[in-house]
């Protein structure tokens, strides 16, 4: 089976084996391969990090994590992820669910409140004493995953997946089961994904404003509340995040990335690049 971790996880669609094209996982990841990330990884399939022992400090979606494992990681597709400080006696396993298969597991678990859980709380501690149930998971998926024989391995491997969500998973994220939202809080959740979807197109307030039906003013006071930044702010950590990451890790040409992130010209975009980030994006590429 095929098992790699991309700067950009784009799963292939052409692979003979259902199993290699829908599910790939790494074991014994250590320090060495997140400290080999120096700028964010933007993900296109949903991913799981099980960390087994030590700390890091990562950004999830431009949001600061103080890790200490045994964790649970959920990154989902389209979201970034910046490892920073890892300790040397980081160690954990890396799961990479491909479109179909999370989409999958989404129609299982779309009437479930877990979902809305886990989309609340990337990251969870896990109780040590589960711990022996996310390792035994790992050596169980290896031996299955190695029976290519079996003509519905693809149906088999969900199943699997969904067993071990509703047996062990489960059970980290049970302290926040009851977890009650403000209004401000599910108003701070809507913009955020809303941005997260829109932010290539859309970079003004009064979109997003129009979208919640409340007005920019509002709409800003009570994202500054809930999150410490005001909802300019984000829409642009969102876009520079992204330019960025076209920049280091594509081969598109400035005024392709320009037009990716729909401005209406170069020179704009590099006077909006270089005001948030205090370089052009040609010095940045080359830096």
């Known amino acids: 089976m095929t098992s790699s971790l991309h700067y950009n996880l784009n799963l292939p669609d052409d692979l003979s084996s259902i199993l290699e094209q829908d599910f790939w996982m790494l074991e014994n990841v250590g320090p060495a391969m997140f400290s080999a990330v120096r700028e964010p990884v933007k993900f296109a399939a949903s991913t799981w990090v099980v960390i087994f022992s030590g700390k890091c400090k990562a950004d999830i979606n431009l949001v600061t994590y103080e890790i200490d494992g045994p964790t649970l990681v959920n990154i989902k597709s389209d979201q970034f992820l910046h490892p920073k400080d890892i300790s040397d006696d980081f160690n954990s396993g890396v799961i990479v669910l491909s479109k179909r298969i999370s989409e999958s597991l989404f129609m299982f678990m779309k009437g479930s409140s877990l979902t809305a859980v886990v989309n609340r709380h990337p990251v969870v501690p896990i109780d040590p004493q589960l711990l022996p149930e996310f390792k035994k998971f ?5 031996n299955f995953l ?73 709409l800003s006071r009570t994202v500054k509340q809930q999150t410490g930044y005001t909802a300019v702010d984000w829409i642009e950590r969102y876009v ?35 005001k948030l980030t205090g370089m052009s994006p040609k010095e940045f590429r080359n830096s």
């Open 240 to 274: 520079i995040l992204e330019a960025k990451v076209l920049l280091k890790s594509s081969n598109l040409t400035i005024q392709q990335i320009s037009d990716e992130l729909n401005f209406p010209s170069q020179s704009f975009f590099g006077k909006y690049f270089k």
């Open 146 to 218: 190695s029976d290519l024989s079996n003509p519905y391995g693809s149906q088999a491997l969900l199943f699997h997946i969904l067993l071990f969500i509703h047996k062990t998973g489960y059970k980290c994220y049970e302290p926040f089961a009851n977890e009650v939202l403000s209004r401000q809080g599910r108003l701070s959740d809507q913009f955020l994904q809303l941005v997260l979807e829109n932010f290539r197109k859309e970079r003004f307030l009064e979109f997003y404003a129009n979208q919640l039906q409340i007005t920019p003013k509002h």
């Open 138 to 142: 790992f050596v169980d998926t290896a």
